[in-house]
């Protein structure tokens, strides 16, 4: 079946560096989209991504979808101690009658003054 | 707006117990999902419905139960509790459009943390 891998599980940062995950598929999606959950809640849409190399920007957060639709990345730039949490990415698969969305194994953000 | 609603929020069960999670969401969805999450892990789809009448299965969906007897309600039974399946549950919406701009969003309801003992 389709795995979704994201790297690192987990990362610590200083207030004000910059953080970057990726989201890796072993297959071709048709769509990509990435979520937050902080700590104790629940997973909150951030952006789709439908393009092949297509890039997105919220603010201090850049989203990109790789040429072979198979890998994207979110870069955080100068983060702040409200970015904590867990972000996930979830490709989806066009298998005809419904998209079938698989999310990956998440990145843990720790940020700290 | 009321969006994804799921209750109980907290519940601890002794092994052996059936119990039903409750979810509706009010934005007219067709595609309904129950996922579980472990301490620390990703999301697990247990089970997911494309409209009323219409379940299916995830890939955990070994214990638990599900119908779809209205577009609104989507709930989740489990039969036999184990200890294995403390977890956190959510249950979640989205208009299941595919590839269209926003149009996977899944929205999530708050979740129900259970605990098996």
């Known amino acids: 079946g389709q795995q979704v891998m994201q790297i690192p599980q987990y990362q610590h940062v200083q207030e004000g560096e910059d953080f970057t995950t990726y989201c890796n598929s072993s297959t071709t999606l048709s769509n990509i989209q990435w979520y937050k959950q902080r700590p104790g809640g629940h997973p909150v849409f951030l952006i789709q991504?439908?393009?092949?190399?297509e890039v997105k920007k919220q603010k201090r957060l850049t989203f990109q979808f790789g040429e072979a639709k198979k890998n994207s990345s979110l870069h955080i730039t100068a983060t702040q101690t409200t970015d904590v949490g867990t972000y996930f990415c979830?490709?989806?698969?066009?298998?005809?009658?419904?998209?079938?969305?698989?999310f990956g194994t998440g990145t843990r953000l720790q940020v700290t003054l | 707006n009321a969006g994804v609603t799921q209750t109980p929020k907290f519940r601890i069960l002794k092994i052996g117990q059936s119990m039903t999670l409750q979810c509706t969401q009010d934005?007219?969805?067709?595609?309904m999902y129950w996922y579980r999450q472990d301490p620390g892990m990703g999301l697990k789809l247990i089970y997911y419905s494309v409209g009323a009448g219409i379940t299916d299965k995830g890939e955990v969906p070994n214990g638990y139960n599900v119908s779809r007897s209205t577009t609104e309600d989507f709930p989740l039974r489990l039969e036999l509790a184990a200890p294995s399946q403390t977890s956190v549950y959510f249950c979640?919406?989205?208009?299941?459009?595919?590839?269209?701009?926003?149009?996977?969003?899944?929205?999530f309801g708050e979740g129900s943390w259970l605990t098996v003992v």
């Open positions: 979830a490709g989806s698969i066009n298998t005809g009658t419904a998209s079938k969305l698989t």
């Open positions: 979640a919406s989205s208009d299941g459009q595919g590839a269209r701009e926003g149009g996977n969003t899944i929205y």
């Open positions: 991504l439908v393009k092949s190399g």
């Open positions: 934005m007219n969805h067709n595609y």
